[in-house]
């Protein structure tokens, strides 16, 4: 049996890069996953790799934002016993760079839409007495980023929250925890690179990669497998974490 056999696991944002690595693991270990993301052509085919393996998947088109939506959706779905808030966007820019309009794009993606998906899915956990959450969060909750304001506000949120949902919802079987990738080399960040550095790729490619003590970004299959254990029964003792998976970053980078 597989370490999630019986499982329901709802992915936010699991139609690409870091998501998609995190649902492929879990349906190759036994869970019916729900991929919620917007992005109706990338998560309908992860569905369609999941399913041509042998595993069990859904794909449901989610805004995030939007708490109704999800609410609705996770109703439907019924037992829920993992959540994976992965769903985000990035923004470039310190804080005068970063306007009105950036700050708000951001703030409702990466943590009004972590909100919205725990305001759904945590009550249907508290139900069952049992459910284990994990949530992305960043370096940049720990540390300061160049040129990353309104990015390093939503996972330093992402962080708190996860202490705080932790806190008050141990008494009912529910864990939660989150996560602080540093780099990693997802479609994301080759598309940020083509964007802004057009010629020069492979030479920002090695400088960012260089940027992690141990000379590499991360692999999305690198965090799907720490996703993995801390939403596993493995790690039934573990709550109320954050795990930076960063090469070093922040201790080692001096």
């Not at 995030?64 to 923004?91: C, R, S, W």
């Not at 506000?153 to 990738?181: E, H, L, Q, T």
């Not at 479609?187 to 400088?207: H, L, Q, R, S, T």
Request: hydrophobic content about 45%; charged content about 20%.
């Amino acid at each position: 049996m597989g370490k999630l056999e019986q499982k329901v696991a709802v992915i936010t944002g699991g139609g690409s890069g870091i998501g998609r690595a995190i649902s492929l693991q879990f349906a190759a270990e036994g869970a019916k996953v729900h991929i919620l993301d917007l992005n109706e052509e990338g998560g309908k085919a992860v569905v369609n790799e999941i399913l041509a393996s042998g595993g069990q998947a859904v794909f449901n088109r989610c805004n995030v934002t939007d708490q109704q939506e999800i609410t609705a959706i996770a109703q439907n779905i019924g037992k829920i016993d993992i959540l994976v808030n992965n769903a985000g966007i990035a923004h470039v820019g310190n804080l005068e760079n970063c306007q009105s309009e950036d700050f708000e794009r951001v703030f409702n993606v990466n943590v009004k839409g972590a909100y919205n998906a725990l305001h759904a899915i945590v009550p249907i956990m508290k139900v069952q007495g049992s459910g284990a959450i994990l949530n992305l969060a960043s370096i940049a909750a720990w540390v300061g980023i160049t040129d990353r304001f309104a990015y390093s506000m939503s996972k330093g949120a992402i962080y708190a929250m996860s202490m705080s949902v932790a806190r008050d919802y141990m008494a009912y079987g529910i864990r939660c925890n989150s996560i602080s990738p540093a780099r990693v080399h997802t479609p994301f960040v080759d598309g940020f690179i083509a964007k802004n550095y057009p010629g020069k790729e492979e030479e920002m490619f090695e400088k960012l990669s260089a940027t992690q003590p141990i000379g590499r970004m991360a692999q999305p299959e690198e965090i799907a497998k720490l996703a993995l254990f801390l939403c596993s029964d493995d790690a039934g003792f573990i709550t109320g974490n954050d795990y930076p998976i960063d090469g070093g970053f922040i201790k080692l980078n001096n």
